[in-house]
């Protein structure tokens, strides 16, 4: 069973401070890890997906890595805004296609 | 294009009711996904459809939940009867295919009295 955890649960930093967020898995037969946000009393919004096959992935502002032998993935954002407010989650697939969500880290921007 | 669409959005019943989710993919999606969101928690996948056919139902309590998804488009996701522990957000996903990125909807949330 793929055990998904993202620790710390919630984070609060400055504006324009660096974001790391972290990911950790069990299983790293993993077929694609997928970074989403999502806002108070709203679903989730796709932010990166990640093939097994590599490494990271870029849009704007957010960079995500992925290390499928040590468990880990890591989600970065740039320059901090208080608009990046919010809960971000992981979400992991398996080889089978089985998919597990991580908590997610809740996180404020103090402007 | 038109994302995942689900109703209805707040759903407040008594325990031992019965109670009805709805929701249409994006056009063109053959994958289809109900998540279960309890409040502080990460979704919790109940079940997984491939156009008309379940793929993964292994964390779906069968006794009480029951989905379908009879053309291979919409589907509809039932509770019967409600316990309390079933107070949570309802979501809806979509995908291209089976290990495609996926899009959400903006849930349904249950209260259960």
């Known amino acids: 069973k793929q055990e998904v955890t993202q620790i710390p649960a919630a984070l609060s930093v400055p504006e324009g401070e660096n974001l790391v967020l972290n990911c950790s898995f069990t299983d790293s037969a993993i077929y694609n890890l997928q970074w989403f946000r999502q806002d108070p009393g709203k679903g989730l919004t796709s932010l990166l997906l990640?093939?097994?096959?590599?490494r990271e992935q870029t849009s704007g502002r957010l960079n995500a890595s992925l290390d499928k032998s040590s468990g880990r993935s890591t989600l970065y954002i740039a320059a901090s805004q208080p608009g990046d407010s919010a809960t971000y989650l992981c979400a992991v697939r398996r080889d089978d296609y089985k998919l597990s969500f991580g908590a997610g880290t809740t996180v404020t921007v103090r402007a | 294009e038109a994302g995942v669409a689900q109703s209805p959005r707040y759903k407040i019943i008594e325990k031992r009711q019965s109670v009805a989710f709805w929701c249409n993919p994006i056009?063109?999606?053959?994958?289809l996904y109900w998540y279960q969101q309890i409040l502080g928690q990460g979704p919790k996948l109940l079940i997984q459809f491939q156009n008309n056919g379940v793929v993964d139902d292994s964390q779906l309590p069968k006794d009480r939940f029951s989905a379908e998804r009879l053309k291979g488009v919409d589907s509809t996701l039932k509770i019967q009867p409600a316990k309390l522990e079933d107070s949570a957000v309802y979501l809806c996903a979509s995908s291209e295919g089976l290990p495609n990125e996926q899009f959400f909807g903006p849930g349904t949330r249950l209260t259960v009295l």
């Open positions: 056009s063109g999606h053959a994958t």
């Open positions: 990640i093939q097994s096959s590599q």
